[in-house]
């Protein structure tokens, strides 16, 4: 297939690339600028410079172009979001940047779209022990400062999904990513800026992914996956966040983090805090191991984080 990849430049898109073309599908992909199109190019990718939230100029970057395919993996995530208003860019890329890429899809002749979201979809709260399939419902507004996060992912999965005759639309609900970015914990680990909750509050789990199993599970659906669907993205084992970081600061001879409260945490960084000391979610894999025929290379964070990718 010919691919539109939209965040090819970016820490999923730098693993998902190298899978696609080994895949032997033909990439272009999107970027901002000059520097984001040259590593493109010397990684084998046409680049297509754009800004996706501007409708009038991604369409006429595209003018012209074909594809088969269009993946959705932006965001304007550089680093944890630690407050709220740090998701707002990645919000609005969910929201206006997936409307502009399925009209862009349309001028591309596409007849797939796949886009990113997330198991936080589920909810920022206790979700009990059963781990989560495709048809657990959504979260639902509560007033929140999540809303906005929830409501984004909601926009882009069902914009895809019902994107009408002609766009084959599948969701993809990854775990908290981790692997490609596993420096950049460790120096703020090296810091002392990256805490973990003390106590019960640091006992959630989360839904892990290392990005290479992600872009492995990503080029799986946009081969086999089945139009309409949704598809959990994650690892065989959940884990809390302190047990991540212990095993970052392990694995790269960093200090332990440090245990602090949950209420100074949410303070100090309200993001990032809530999903680190109110979620407790188990997510199942089954749906894409069975019907994708895909399986983590890392079933676990521990595995992951010891086979040193992303250094």
Known sequence: MKVLLAGASGTLGRFLVPQLLAAGHEVIGTTRGARGADRLRRAGVSAVVTDVLDRGALLAAVEGLTADAVVHELTSLTKAPARYGDMEPTNRLRVDGTRNLLEAARELGATRFVTQS???????????????????????????????????????EDQTLGAGPGIEGIALRYGLFYGG???????????????????????????????????SATVAALERGVAGRV????????????ELMEEVARTRGTP???????????????????????VDVRVSNERARTELAWTPRFPGFREGLAAGQGR
């Open 118 to 156: 997330m198991f936080l979809g589920y909810g920022f709260r206790e979700l009990g022990c059963d781990p989560l399939t495709e048809h657990a419902p959504f979260a639902v507004p509560t007033g929140a400062r999540t809303d906005p996060v929830l409501a984004a992912l909601k926009s882009t």
């Open 181 to 215: 970015d596993t420096g950049i914990y460790a120096d703020l680990l090296r810091k002392r800026r990256l805490p973990v909750a003390s106590g019960r509050a640091g006992s959630g789990t989360l839904a892990l992914i290392h990005h290479h199993d992600a872009a």
């Open 231 to 242: 598809y959990n993205v994650v690892d065989n084992t959940p884990a809390t966040w302190r």
């Open 256 to 278: 332990r983090p440090l245990g602090l409260p949950a209420g100074l945490i949410r303070l100090a960084a309200p993001y990032i805090g809530e999903v680190m000391t109110r």
